[in-house]
């Protein structure tokens, strides 16, 4: 009897000519496979390492038209790098076919190209292809939900806003999904997604020099950063595209339930849920990170701080980001 390893050795994954043409047209680090017809077997047809001439590449694409090549399921993890540009492409064609930690790895990457496309290159001309991206993250985290406890050791801690963004994210995503007994349905979970991933999105309009501040902020500097909640959604709403619940969670996510927040200083009976998820993530994210001149808390640490800041945050929610962040 075959062994779960065996099988998943013997495993492979169809690759269609969209996604043949994303792999490097030097040389590739793993073979590929053609199936014969005949007895549906798996020969191989390219040698690692070796380069592909044009007319064999012209040969292999029609080849995948027909559904007829073939890369190793355990060999994936070479493309990763290549398949995190292209991550909503990937994922729509052969999603269902790469093994879960490799899953788990590429929507990470992914995630991070598609959120320094908008926090650090254009918003104006990058959000269409980063909403897409994130739907298709959406309905998969949505459908196989313990992709979540692969990716939270996968998230980097040094502080950037693209790595804050990616890892709110992520531990929002698992809180929703995994921290909580009942399940929303796909369209809230991925309008919730979108808020968790763009809460910061008006702090990329800062100066870089105010950004890497830790300390010593002045009056201005404070003012201006209070007020990225606002400028996050007048950007995102220009973008068409964002949920208005989505919307008001981004605005309140620096909002406290004693009304001690900001940028409107209002109290839980006018705070979302959402937003009160929001706050809490960024909060914990922001404390269990690298910063210059300032190390990150260990996690124990910050969920004790937020227990402890109950009056601001909701027990509950911390609760829940406990069951998905401190497993013994």
């Known amino acids: 009897m075959a062994h779960d390893k065996d099988l998943i050795d013997e495993s492979y994954c169809s690759i269609p000519s969209r996604i043949f043409k994303l792999l490097p047209k030097a040389k590739l680090d793993f073979s590929l496979y053609k199936m014969n017809t005949a007895n549906g077997k798996y020969y191989p ?31 994936i993890h070479h493309c990763i790098p290549v398949f995190a540009v292209k991550l909503n492409l990937v994922l729509q064609s052969i999603g269902e076919s790469i093994p879960d930690h490799d899953l788990a790895l590429l929507i990470i990457h992914g995630l991070k190209i598609s959120s320094t496309s908008i926090f650090v290159d254009s918003v104006k001309l990058n959000f269409d292809e980063f909403n897409d991206t994130i739907g298709t993250v959406a309905e998969i985290l949505h459908r196989r939900p313990d992709l979540l406890w692969l990716m939270i050791p996968l998230l980097d801690k040094t502080h950037s806003l693209v790595n804050k963004s990616v890892s709110t994210g992520v531990i929002g995503a698992a809180v929703i999904l995994l921290g909580r007994d009942l399940k929303p349905d796909l369209n809230v979970f991925r309008d919730a997604l979108s808020a968790l991933l ?48 989505a919307l008001r969670a981004i605005l309140e996510h620096h909002e406290r339930m004693d009304g001690s927040g900001y940028p409107r200083g209002v109290t839980n009976e006018h705070l979302s849920w959402l937003g009160k998820l929001c706050g809490a993530v960024d909060s914990f994210v922001a404390m269990t990170m690298e910063r210059p001149g300032k190390k990150k808390l260990p996690i ?29």
Request: charged share 30%; aromatic share 6%.
């Open 45 to 75: 047809l390219t040698v690692p390492g070796a380069p592909i001439a044009h007319n064999e590449r012209q040969s292999i694409s029609q080849d995948c038209d027909d559904g007829l090549i073939f890369i190793k399921s355990t060999e």
């Open 198 to 245: 763009l809460c910061d999105i008006g702090m990329h309009m800062l100066p870089e020099f105010v950004l890497g501040k830790e300390f010593c902020l002045t009056r201005d500097e404070q003012k201006r950063i209070r007020q990225h909640p606002i400028g996050s959604v007048k950007l995102l709403s220009e973008t068409k595209k964002i949920n208005k619940s």
């Open 300 to 328: 124990v640490n910050a969920l004790k701080i937020l227990y402890k800041e109950s009056s601001q945050y909701d027990p509950n929610i911390i609760y829940a980001l406990e069951k998905v962040t401190y497993r013994d």
